[in-house]
């Protein structure tokens, strides 16, 4: 079964920094896709970023990004120029077929990230 | 285009009582798919299903908990006799047949006190 993990319950960055979270996956198949989304309080989910598993180039959305390392299963997403509006718990997500045209997505536990103005 | 609806959003219901979850999908979406969120948690998957079929209920407690998409009308997670461990957050996504576009509620927190 696919596994989804983030080692980093909590991270801050200084406003305007960059930040990295991290989150690594376990998966037999070849072809997938892997997304961020972000969970503000108001606890919508929001789709940040998604990554095809069988392009090699980075997926980017202005100031967010992925580093993608498919041998070794990780996901990162990076976020660039932080801002007060990017504070939010953060799921790293795997999605998994159940039939033809239907998926299920996988979620990590989430990082809870703080920007400190 | 309304995006995916739920209601309510908050529901608080005393242990052994009914909660009655709805959501209705997007326009031209046919498949609604249920997760859960426990706090401080990420979602866990607990049903797919498409009108009037339940497809995958791998995610679903034995008891007490059932899901329906009726051919008219919201889909329904229904939690009967709820424990206090039945407190989460409950959300629902939808998604057309071809292509991508999963799009989530903005869920329904269940509290039961």
């Known amino acids: 079964a696919q596994t989804v993990t983030q080692s980093q319950p909590e991270m801050s960055v200084q406003e305007a920094e960059t930040v990295t979270l991290s989150c690594t996956y376990d998966?037999?198949?070849?072809?997938?896709?892997l997304f961020w989304y972000k969970q503000p309080p108001s606890r919508q989910m929001i789709l940040v970023i998604r990554?095809?598993?069988?392009?090699?180039q980075n997926a980017t959305e202005n100031r967010f990004s992925v580093n993608f390392q498919k041998a070794a299963k990780s996901f990162s997403l990076k976020i660039s120029d932080s801002q007060l509006g990017d504070a939010a718990m953060y799921f790293c997500a795997y999605r998994r077929e159940i039939i033809q045209g239907a998926q299920k997505l996988v979620f990590g536990q989430g990082t809870r990230l703080t920007i400190n103005p | 285009n309304a995006g995916v609806m739920q209601n309510p959003r908050h529901l608080v219901r005393r242990r052994g009582q009914e909660a009655r979850l709805r959501c209705s999908p997007m326009k031209g979406h046919s498949h609604v798919y249920w997760y859960r969120q426990l706090p401080e948690e990420g979602l866990k998957f607990m049903v797919y299903l498409q009108k009037e079929n339940i497809i995958d209920e791998s995610g679903m407690p034995k008891e007490r908990f059932s899901a329906e998409f009726p051919k008219e009308g919201p889909s329904i997670l229904r939690i009967q006799q709820v424990v206090r461990g039945d407190s989460a957050a409950y959300f629902c996504?939808?998604?057309?047949?071809?292509?991508?576009?999963?799009?989530f509620g903005s869920g329904t927190r269940l509290t039961v006190v």
């Open positions: 996504a939808s998604s057309p047949v071809q292509g991508h576009g999963y799009t």
């Open positions: 990554q095809e598993a069988y392009k090699q």
């Open positions: 998966t037999s198949e070849s072809d997938y896709y």
